[in-house]
């Protein structure tokens, strides 16, 4: 997709954001579920490769997923307990071992633990690691990354050790709408569109035209990844409205007692509804679920919430 011609009302380009969850367990693996670890491309013409979260095996998972670990710009760790990054040393020694140049953005709460994770080995390439420190207290939403496009945020949330949930936020886009320009007697191309766009108003035949008198606005799409949490007053704020949430669901009954402060089916249920959530994908399941037919069928009047399956893809 190139840019619009000089003069010419842009198109209404989509954006497509993919989601590939590449590990789906909780805390040990098994023979069907690896540790957790989420791709994201973003693809808007121009493309991004993401990371959340870098548990044992993601660069192998990556693999036979068809998804290329040296296009990855930057890697989103929600907290240090090993099933979330003990694979981020292999994954660098690769990027390593195929001669990566450009550096790799890693983000974290604790960020001075990345150099930690990744002293265990001798360096096997030259490319720099800039890590990024997450905030881990507050009910403010942080700016992790902020592209043209889109931002990432983040929200600390309540497990048992500091932990943060990413959303990627698309921006909303302003495009002209041809039609309600054409009715206000505008040419269907000219340098007025650029006077209009730069300005947000321009003069016309002796009549003022706004920008908002020829266009529409676009929402933006919302991805979010709870990482490891109970549903908590953040966890609600940041799913708001969202688009696709991968989200947190270790146990699947009601639980008084949660070891380390994980989420339960009937909560995350309740939360979604009320939030708005438009597509749930669950993870981070306990491995004491064998039958993956049975947690379908927990879920199967809930046509908006799925169970997460390795390399499951979606699609927003």
Known sequence: ???????????????????????????????????????????????????????????????????????????????????????????????????????????????????????VTYSMGNFKIIPHDVPLRGEKEFKVLDEERFSIISLPMKHSVPTVAYALVEKNKTQIDLKKATALGLPEKGEIYNEIKTRGMASFEGRKIALEDISSTRKGKRFVFSGDTEVSENLKKLVRDADLLVQDCTYFEDLKDKPHQHATLPEVLDMVEKENVKKTVLTHISRKYQDPEELERLVSNYPNVGVAKDFKRIEI
Request: glycine letters at 10%; charged letters at 20%.
């Open 1 to 119: 997709m190139g840019c619009p011609q000089m003069g010419r009302p842009p198109s209404n380009d989509m954006s497509r954001i993919t989601i590939t969850i590449l590990g789906t367990t909780a805390g040990v693996p098994t023979r069907e579920r690896a540790h957790t670890a989420i791709h994201l491309n973003y693809d808007d013409g121009e493309q991004f490769n993401y990371l959340f979260d870098c548990g044992e095996g993601a660069q192998r998972q990556m693999m036979i997923a068809g998804l290329n670990i040296m296009k990855l710009e930057g890697v989103f760790i929600t907290h240090w307990h090993g099933d979330h990054c003990l694979g981020l040393p292999g994954m660098v020694d690769t990027m390593g071992f195929e001669s990566r140049e450009r550096p790799l953005d890693i983000f974290a709460p604790e960020a001075k633990r990345i150099k930690k994770a990744l002293s």
